[in-house]
């Protein structure tokens, strides 16, 4: 059984939100500032996908060496649904199958895909309800980089 309840808090997050000392993890482990490279098992479109996001998800330190292999696997959810989508978009909802018609098996696959993708996406903050609650320092020229990546509350 998983944990109960809603995702926890980034450290980061609770301190700018002011959240009590005894509740702030002071020995969180820290990702090494090692360079973020595509994994070797991507395929081509996954890497197209990777090489579109990645780099803002590296300056705002979303992304990081840790992370290396979780980021691989939405870029390959976000592949295989868009493979899917294409497959399903050029042909019928319906097939032939099992003595009638039956539902197009890319349908499931795509379905399964959005998933996977939705779910790792929740974790790296890329859908408009996961930032919402999520503030970025806007500097002079209007970059919200936040240069460090720092987060306001």
């Given at each position: 059984m998983g944990k109960?309840?809603?995702?926890?808090?980034?450290t980061s997050l609770r301190i700018l939100h002011g959240d009590r000392k005894d509740r702030i993890n002071s020995a969180e482990p820290q990702p090494p500032s090692a360079e973020v490279t595509a994994p070797d098992w991507l395929s081509e479109k996954a890497r197209g996908i990777w090489d579109r996001l990645a780099p803002s998800m590296v300056t705002r330190k979303v992304l990081t060496a840790w992370d290396v292999d979780?980021?691989?696997v939405l870029c390959e959810a976000l592949a295989?649904?868009?493979?899917a989508t294409t497959l399903v978009n050029g042909s019928a909802l319906l097939v032939p199958g099992g003595g009638g018609l039956v539902p197009n098996p890319a349908l499931k696959v795509q379905a399964d895909a959005e998933r996977v993708f939705l779910t790792y996406a929740a974790r790296f903050g890329l859908t408009p309800s996961d930032r919402q609650s999520i503030?970025?320092?806007v500097s002079a020229d209007g970059d919200t980089s936040g240069g460090a990546g720092r987060l306001l509350s």
């Open positions: 109960r309840g809603p995702a926890g808090k980034p979780a980021f691989g295989r649904y868009v493979t503030k970025t320092e």
